[in-house]
């Protein structure tokens, strides 16, 4: 691998990182009373003040498990946590005329249905055309008062992958989502269509997922936890086709490729995923009319068949709670219509 491709891949797998960070640091024994947002400054590395003070509004602050405000004082032995949101890769964002499915907006936040083949943030290689210039077109067009003008990514998801994603027009909105990311309080479901049949009906993948060793632009599965991060996702099955199977994920975690690695790791990969897989055909006859079966729904869905179906929260503002459905876009719907049929015409031979 040159060092230009190695560093294409770092780039592109690292804007599909997590968006907050976690510190928990214990003061010292002798530790002398400080102001939290200065005990703070002195041990982050490339903390701002505005960004601790961000973190402090929104309640991202505690103090031996308690909230705090940032003129609390830290004294000896104090254990300190907090949540803190770093923005992704600086880029310039363009205001583009992109349509957008908005399933809601407020004052504080808005839900987005995305698309296949829609980057979120501009990065390497995806400069225009992504999430975020939308947004900037949008805000501009509706007047909608935002802290930047395109608003702040509470998470992300793949660009094949289509379905739900929560964006926050200010700061301390942001934070205060990320705290509930962070704490796994978000109420996510995705599904999936993934080669092979299950035994049971329900299942939870456990390992930690870090970037491929041989490629990394893909993410592997480390079960003795040796490297990457924890990763937890449960799934139970929807519907079956024998050899393939629709399947409902509700993730603990939010790793990069989470869902994909995980069904790779348990040799059931996404439908027509490529990176991972899932473009072969793994399972079935090896009569020339089911390749051309299979291959024909391969065209029908050129991407992993993955949708964030449902997302649920706590309101940043109100305090109440939210949840938002996504019906399967066409793409996606057409296979498992195509599957159905298949498997009725088989049950009647």
Known sequence: MTESNKETNEQIVEEQSEMYEHHRIVADKGQSPLRI????LYHIANASRNKIQQAARAGNVLVNGKVVKQNFKVKPDDVVSVVMTYPPREVEIIPENIPLDIVYEDDDIVVVNKPSGMVVHPGFGNFTGTLL???AYYFEQTGATVDNKHGYLCHRIDKDTTGLLLIAKNEIA?????KQFYDHTIDRKYNALVWGDFEDDEGTIEGHIGRDIRNRKRMSVYPDGEYGKEAITHFNVVQRFGYITLVECKLE???????RAHFKYIQHPLFNDVTYGGDQILKGTTFSKYKQFVNNCFKMIPRQSLHARSLGFVHPTTK????FESE???D???VIDKWEAYVE???ME
């Open 37 to 40: 947002d200065k005990f703070l």
């Open 133 to 135: 210039n939308a947004l």
């Open 174 to 178: 942001q934070a205060i989502m990320a």
């Open 253 to 259: 975690t939010g790793r990069t490729h989470q869902i």
């Open 320 to 323: 109440k709670d939210m949840f």
């Open 328 to 330: 399967f876009p066409q």
């Open 332 to 334: 996606m719907k057409s």
């Open 345 to 347: 015409t088989r049950n």
